[in-house]
Structures are given as C-alpha cells and as structure tokens.
C-alpha cells in the first residue's frame, strides 16, 4: 500500500481526510504525453473543491511526469500521483494537505 510511505503531521486530520478522498467518485488521470506536477495536483484541488494544496519550497511544480491512475477512488488516484512523482504528503490543517519531497 502507498499509505506506508505517507506520513502525516496532525493526526487528528488524518481520518478526516482519508474518508473524505476515498468517498469520491471513482476519478482516473491519464497523461501519457506528460504533465505538471502542479498541474495534476490542481485538479485534486479543483476536484474535492475545499482542499486546499500547498507545496513544499524544494517541490517542483512544474516537473512533468507521465501517469494513468486508473479508475480509483480519490485517495489511491491521489497516492499514485504522488509515488509517480516521488513526493509524500501531510495533512497540516483540516482542509490542508502539504506536499513534500520524499
């Protein structure tokens, strides 16, 4: 599972958070021809509308990585996006997740 490899910082949240992207519709993202980092996490954003993203300064938004997540549930579409870029994330705040490198 990609759970082991994220950590999270407000443990509180962490629940919250997970039930909330795993009780999405089921979600897939395919950018063979390659896509921002940034950009595909944008849409997480835009997706689950009260999320917010913020980014770790030694991330780099702009990294292009190629992904088909297949049709999953938020939190694994959200996990495979992650592992491709070989990022983890933190939930920092209730409707707050910050990505950092791992």
């Given at each position: 599972s990609?759970?082991a490899t994220?950590?999270f910082?407000?443990p509180?949240?962490r629940?919250e ?12 993202f395919?950018f063979?021809s ?5 950009r ?10 009260n999320?917010?993203i913020i980014y770790?300064?030694k ?11 297949g ?8 996990e495979k ?15 707050i ?6």
């Amino acid at each position: 599972s990609l759970m082991a490899t994220n950590t999270f910082a407000m443990p509180e949240y962490r629940t919250e958070m997970q039930e909330r992207l795993k009780a999405s519709k089921k979600l897939s993202f395919d950018f063979e021809s390659g896509v921002a980092v940034g950009r595909v996490l944008g849409l997480f954003e835009n997706y689950f509308g009260n999320i917010n993203i913020i980014y770790d300064p030694k991330v780099d938004q702009d990294k292009e990585i190629t992904i088909d997540t297949g049709f999953n549930n938020g939190l694994v579409t959200f996990e495979k996006v992650l592992h491709r870029a070989n990022l983890q994330y933190q939930v920092v705040g209730p409707n707050i997740i910050k990505i950092l490198p791992k």
